[in-house]
């Protein structure tokens, strides 16, 4: 079978150039799969991409011998599943490999707001020292709400108890039990909103998550509130965010994810294009996000330790052999 690899680093080549798959063909490529790329996978019978590669059914539809494809992340949206089932394509996604990895940088993010660091580090180099306007606040004795009470939403809390804080989740599966042993309490998204001093996302993003903060709830939110978002972007509406940094209903906001990242990715490239009103509204409403001294983003490196990315790969290639010996394993069925 012809493997094709994209959005490859060069210690990722040097692994899955070992011989492990003897037999099979590889292309092993650095760059995204993409309507450029599309050639060096048209006879493929597997590919394996990470995020950046988003595979629609324009591109799908002209890999006429695709057969399985093995994502190397634990979200799926960028793969269109229901042209996989109509076409039958089983994909596979590596479930866990960071949530130790993403909710110590959820930390990062709050602590980076809580005691003001990146504004610290910008005075510092300035020479200016505003002691006033740099004091922060402890973490200790406030209340976290964790959307998402999965792997990662779980490391999360176990965090925020070490720094003394109460937690309380929205999740639409509760698991009693584990609420009783790492302390926390379940409780309604309106309820959520309105009682924790911090909200941090660890919900996967579907049509159902779209937009969970929205124009209609976000006004609910406890004043003063920061927002922390190392999940997905289009959890949160920018606009929405936007508004309420404008009127103080949010203190702050760390967002290791955007709605429209893509568009930042490369911005001439994109600006060459045509882009329709929406493209272009979401293009400037992140700019916005960015100019703001209360917001400090990251570009989508939550799971990005050495430890996580080595996870991603095993995982992957351990999907890739369990596939090709007949057993298929860590399927999306959503």
């Not at 504004?119 to 959307?147: M, N, Q, S, Y």
């Not at 042993?181 to 959520?192: D, I, K, Q």
């Not at 955007?258 to 929406?278: N, S, V, W």
């Not at 916005?288 to 330790?305: A, K, M, Q």
Request: with cysteine; glycine share 6%.
């Amino acid at each position: 079978m012809k493997i094709a690899f994209f959005e490859l680093e060069d210690w990722e080549i040097a692994v899955l150039s070992d011989g492990r798959f003897a037999g099979h063909t590889l292309h092993l490529s650095t760059e995204a799969l993409t309507e450029r790329t599309l050639e060096e996978a048209r006879d493929a019978e597997i590919v394996s991409t990470f995020v950046h590669s988003t595979l629609t059914r324009q591109i799908l539809e002209k890999l006429p011998n695709l057969k399985f494809i093995a994502t190397r992340s634990t979200g799926y949206d960028h793969i269109d599943l229901v042209y996989c089932r109509e076409r039958s394509i089983p994909v596979s996604n590596v479930p866990s490999y960071g949530e130790n990895t993403v909710a110590e940088h959820t930390f990062a993010l709050i602590l980076a707001l809580s005691r003001n660091i990146h504004k610290a580090f910008v005075h510092t180099l300035a020479k200016e020292i505003p002691f006033r306007d740099l004091r922060g606040f402890d973490l200790a004795g406030k209340t976290l709400g964790v959307i998402g009470a999965g792997r990662i939403g779980l490391h999360t809390i176990k965090i925020a108890k070490g720094f003394g804080m109460s937690v309380v989740a929205f999740d639409t599966h509760h698991e009693p039990l584990l609420a009783e042993v790492l302390n926390f309490r379940y409780a309604p998204l309106e309820e959520l909103l309105a009682t924790s001093d911090i909200i941090s996302f660890h919900c996967p993003y579907s049509p159902k998550t779209h937009h969970l903060i929205n124009m209609d709830n976000i006004r609910h939110i406890k004043r003063g509130a920061l927002l922390i978002n190392t999940a997905r972007g289009g959890l949160i509406d920018s606009a929405a965010l936007t508004l309420a940094l404008d009127e103080g209903v949010v203190a702050g906001a760390g967002l290791d994810v955007l709605e429209g990242e893509e568009l930042l990715k490369d911005e001439r490239q994109i600006l060459a294009q045509p882009l329709t009103q929406e493209k272009l509204r979401t293009l400037l409403l992140n700019h916005s996000l960015l100019n703001r001294d209360n917001v400090v983003i990251t570009p989508h490196i939550g799971f990005n330790s050495v430890e996580a990315v080595e996870r991603i790969l095993t995982t992957t290639v351990e999907n890739l052999t369990a596939y090709l010996g007949g057993e298929p394993q860590n399927l999306v069925t959503t």
